[in-house]
T-cell receptor, first 113, second 116 residues
Framework: AQSVTQLGSHVSVSEGALVLLRCNYS??????LFWYVQYPNQGLQLLLK??????LVKGINGFEAEFKKSETSFHRTKPSAHMSDAAEYFC???????????FGAGTILRVKS | GAGVSQSPSNKVTEKGKDVELRCDPI?????LYWYRQSLGQGLEFLIY??????PDKSGLPSDRFSAERTGGSVSTLTIQRTQQEDSAVYLC????WGSGGYNEQFFGPGTRLTVL
């Protein structure tokens, strides 16, 4: 079975500061990893995914995430936070042949001006 | 093109009543998923459809919950004899094909269910 742990249910950063959202996973087989964002009263939008190949995945708006097998992590970073980045972010895992996403508990990102 | 749509967007019901939640997936997507998002439980998988069949119902929390999909398109999630603990946001997602694990799932805006 797979599981996801997101460290920090709330993260607060100043505008322009580095953003680090942590995600660790547990999987007995090679995982596929995803980051989704959810704005208030909206559904989930895919931001990044790792399936195979390059372990550093780049998304829109300057966010990127790196798959580290040795650390079972898929942390997401952005060098400079913007007010529009404020939202709730979910890390999720799936596996080859799998048919569902297993989500972490989510991290609410607050950006202070 | 149109994304995944869900109706109603909000539903308030009384304990013990039955409710039906509807999902219209993206046209041509063969796989459809239902998830539940609630305080304290996070995002939980409920059921997966491939076409009209449901090979994975493992997430349905009780036999009060059922779902069907017709014509390989629209899906309905039915909750019978609703309880207060059923209050949550019910999210539907679709993807172009099913098993593979790497397929992006496109989510609808959800139905917020409140059981009084």
């Amino acid at each position: 079975a797979q599981s996801v742990t997101q460290l920090g249910s709330h993260v607060s950063v100043s505008e322009g500061a580095l953003v680090l959202l942590r995600c660790n996973y547990s999987s007995s087989v090679p995982p596929y990893l995803f980051w989704y964002v959810q704005y208030p009263n909206q559904g989930l939008q895919l931001l990044l995914k790792y399936t195979t190949g390059a372990t550093l995945v780049k998304g829109i708006n300057g966010f990127e995430a790196e798959f580290k097998k040795s650390e079972t992590s898929f942390h997401r970073t952005k060098p400079s936070a913007h007010m529009s980045d404020a939202a709730e972010y979910f890390c999720a895992v799936s596996v080859i042949g799998g048919n569902k996403l297993v989500f972490g508990a989510g991290t609410i990102l607050r950006v202070k001006s | 093109g149109a994304g995944v749509s869900q109706s109603p967007s909000n539903k308030v019901t009384e304990k013990g009543k039955d409710v039906e939640l509807r999902c219209d997936p993206i046209s041509g997507h063969t796989a459809l998923y239902w998830y539940r998002q609630s305080l304290g439980q996070g995002l939980e998988f409920l059921i997966y459809f491939q076409g009209n069949s449901a090979p994975d119902k493992s997430g349905l929390p009780s036999d009060r919950f059922s779902a069907e999909r017709t014509g390989g398109s629209v899906s309905t999630l039915t909750i019978q004899r609703t309880q207060q603990e059923d209050s949550a946001v019910y999210l539907c997602a679709s993807s172009p094909w099913g098993s593979g694990g790497y397929n992006e799932q496109f989510f609808g805006p959800g139905t917020r269910l409140t059981v009084l």
